[in-house]
């Protein structure tokens, strides 16, 4: 079984400012990592996502993520933040077994990420 | 391409009463799934199904149930609705890959449900 910690619920920020949105897993087995991004009254979309290689992964609007083994860590990053950018970010895991995973998706608890002019 | 659509987006239910979500797909995937969000909950599976004729219970299947009768449908009823279960439902596709976790969750903009 997997769990995904999401150490903050809310973060304010002003714009052009950088932003990290910190998120820890927890599993007996390797993992797949995502982040995904919902606007306002919208579903899910897909920001970036770790499968293997580089642990630093690129994805769309410019935020990246940094996977970190030993601490178990896959951290959302972004350098300078738009007021676009506001929406609930959610960080996920689905595990590497395949099978019988089914590419079931565990999901944080989300953070609320408000970009103030 | 609409992508994954969901009938209705509002509902509002009294205890007890039932009702069908529909989830359509035109991507073709073969994954299924159904999601709630609550606050501060992120989302928690519901059920999901891995082709046409397939279900399987997620973490929290009490007091749903689920039909994939067509590859491209996928129906979530609920049979005595119960306050508890006022949540936002979303719906999501994957198409079968190489390797069973890697591939992007496609979601429908989700269905608000109140009950009373």
């Known amino acids: 079984a997997q769990s995904v910690t999401q150490l903050d619920s809310q973060v304010p920020v002003f714009e052009e400012a950088p932003v990290e949105l910190r998120c820890n897993y927890s599993s007996s087995v390797s993992v797949y990592l995502f982040w995904y991004v919902q606007y306002p009254n919208q579903g899910l979309q897909l920001l970036l996502k770790?499968?293997?290689?580089?642990?630093l992964v690129k994805g769309i609007n410019g935020f990246e993520a940094e996977f970190n083994k030993s601490q178990t860590s896959f951290h959302l990053r972004k350098p300078s933040v738009h007021i676009s950018d506001t929406a609930e970010y959610f960080c996920?895991?689905?595990?590497?077994?395949?099978?019988?995973?089914?590419?079931?998706?565990?999901f944080g608890q989300g953070t609320i990420l408000t970009v103030h002019p | 391409n609409a992508g994954v659509t969901q009938t209705p987006k509002f509902r509002v239910l009294k205890t007890g009463q039932s009702m069908t979500l529909l989830c359509a797909q035109d991507?073709?995937?073969?994954?299924m799934y159904w999601y709630r969000q609550d606050p501060g909950m992120g989302l928690r599976l519901i059920h999901y199904s891995v082709g046409e004729g397939t279900t399987a219970k997620g973490e929290v299947p009490d007091g749903y149930n689920v039909s994939r009768l067509k590859k491209q449908n996928f129906l979530l009823g609920l049979e005595s609705a119960a306050p508890s279960q006022t949540s936002v439902y979303f719906c999501?596709?994957?198409?079968?890959?190489?390797?069973?976790?890697?591939?992007?969750?496609?979601f429908g903009e989700g269905s608000r449900l109140t009950v009373l």
């Open positions: 996920a895991v689905s595990d590497r077994a395949g099978g019988t995973s089914y590419g079931k998706l565990t």
């Open positions: 770790y499968l293997s290689g580089s642990t």
């Open positions: 991507m073709n995937h073969e994954y």
């Open positions: 999501a596709s994957r198409r079968l890959g190489l390797a069973g976790g890697t591939g992007e969750l496609f």
